[in-house]
């Protein structure tokens, strides 16, 4: 199975800061990324598919790139409701796979 | 707008079977557009990928979880459901039923989630 790596495996940035997250697969996804978002007892929701394309309604200060084995998510300017666990996910191969997770945190 | 809602016992015993039923509301399960899916996360930990069903009955499951795992669809019902066997305290987590988006390539409108705790 494809291995999602994510790091940091925590963050700690302050509002209006930029987050970098990165999420490396052990063997290329091509673009078929995706990045969710999740807060403490809510289920995933999803930022990003395809590797850059934004979901509905997510704000453009939320951006997706790369390809192949090593991906991106950026937040542009933390908002406060931003700090939350962010996972990576691939489509690529059975089975789907997540990454474990990088905590944004204040 | 889509809406997903996980049932079920929320106390299963070892050796016994994890029985969940995901109720579909405003989408249909019979649609060519989605494949519907079963994700877990245990307590603190990240998220696994259980399987999917598509609506020809067509099912696509994890190897990891070793043959365990069935899944049906009832589109009279408009819901889906997933079957765990030989449940073991590993398989306590909180279960997802989530929309498997064709289109966009992703798992984009999930159930709020429901706890199931294998406990004797």
């Known amino acids: 199975e494809i291995v999602l790596t994510q790091s940091p495996a925590t963050l700690s940035l302050s509002p209006g800061e930029r987050a970098t997250l990165s999420c490396r697969a052990s063997e290329s996804v091509s673009r078929n990324l995706a990045w969710y978002q999740q807060k403490p007892g809510q289920p995933p929701r999803l930022l990003i598919s395809?590797?850059?394309k934004r979901a509905t309604g997510i704000p453009d200060r939320f951006s997706g790139s790369g390809s192949g084995t090593d991906f991106t998510l950026t937040i542009s300017s933390l908002e406060p409701e931003d700090f939350a666990v962010y996972y990576c996910q691939q489509r690529t191969n059975w089975p789907r796979t997540f990454g474990q997770g990088t905590k944004v945190e204040v | 707008q889509v809406q997903l809602q996980e049932s079920g016992p929320g106390l299963v015993k070892p050796s016994q079977t994890l029985s969940l039923t995901c109720t579909v509301s405003g989408d249909s399960v019979s649609s060519a557009d989605h494949y519907w899916s079963w994700i877990r996360q245990p307590a603190g930990k990240g998220l696994e990928w259980i399987g999917r069903?598509?609506?020809?009955?067509?099912?696509n499951d994890n190897p990891s979880l070793m043959g365990r795992v069935t899944m049906s669809l009832d589109a009279a019902k408009n819901q889906f459901s997933l079957r765990l066997t030989f449940v073991t305290a590993a398989d306590t987590a909180v279960y997802y039923c989530?929309?498997?988006?064709?289109?966009?390539?992703?798992?984009?409108?999930w159930g709020q989630g429901t706890l199931v705790t294998v406990s004797s």
């Open positions: 989530a929309r498997d988006n064709i289109r966009v390539g992703a798992f984009d409108i």
């Open positions: 069903i598509y609506t020809s009955g067509s099912v």
């Open positions: 395809d590797a850059f």
